[in-house]
């Protein structure tokens, strides 16, 4: 390693758990301070597990490739059925296709590289809540806030972003900081409303009036 280059392996990128989008994300881009294209990886720890979580990129507007690194995994895309053995290169160059894909292999693990066409690269907001899970084992509230407060500040009209703030602070205990983040989120993008209703990290407001309604 040297100020002009770096080299790390995969399982040296610890695997943060993502409850919410059923994967195990190892942050490539965030690990390395890579800014001039998004890279990441995705491990299953058993066979059916999901090594891309089931999305478009319909409002990034990414093109991605995946690269199956080991293993062995099945791809969907929009509704349509890739086998997909390590090796495999899947290039989706529609945002709108809906994709998704599932180990058929413990261990299976899968590069992720995306970007939007014609334009610089910015790191997705996605990458600071989904970082910000690695302290919920923990019970970590305090490093998770200030990791999200700092995703505020770049993205400061995110209604994830507002939401995330909001469901870390319920957990903290500070429901009226949560109440405040809920409802800008809200008002930032209604179907937040829907969310808050199924989300038990939020289970503590539910009681207020002024907890949202679908």
Not at 5 to 20: C, F, M, N
């Amino acid at each position: 390693m040297s100020e002009r280059w770096q080299s790390v392996r995969l399982d040296e990128v610890k695997a943060i758990p993502i409850a919410g989008a059923g994967i195990n994300w190892r942050p490539l881009r965030r690990t390395l301070g890579i800014e001039a294209f998004g890279i990441n990886a995705y491990v299953a720890t058993a066979a059916g597990e999901h090594v891309v979580e089931e999305h478009s990129e319909a409002q990034l507007r990414h093109e991605e490739v995946y690269v199956v690194l080991s293993g062995h995994a099945t791809f969907t895309l929009d509704g349509q059925t890739l086998d997909a053995p390590a090796g495999t290169v899947v290039f989706i160059r529609d945002p709108e296709v809906r994709r998704g894909a599932v180990a058929v292999d413990a261990g299976t693990s899968v590069l992720a590289i995306g970007g939007r066409s014609g334009e610089a690269y910015r790191p997705s907001v996605w990458e600071w809540y989904f970082a910000a899970e690695r302290f919920r084992a923990a019970g970590d509230h305090d490093s998770a806030l200030a990791l999200l407060g700092e995703a505020n500040e770049r993205f400061p009209d995110d209604a994830a972003v507002t939401y995330s703030l909001a469901c870390w602070e319920a957990m903290a205990g500070r429901s009226e900081a949560a109440l405040g983040h809920l409802a800008r989120a809200v008002v930032l993008d209604p179907k937040v409303a829907g969310w808050a209703a199924k989300d038990e990290d939020l289970a503590s407001l539910r009681g207020d009036r002024r907890f949202p309604r679908e």
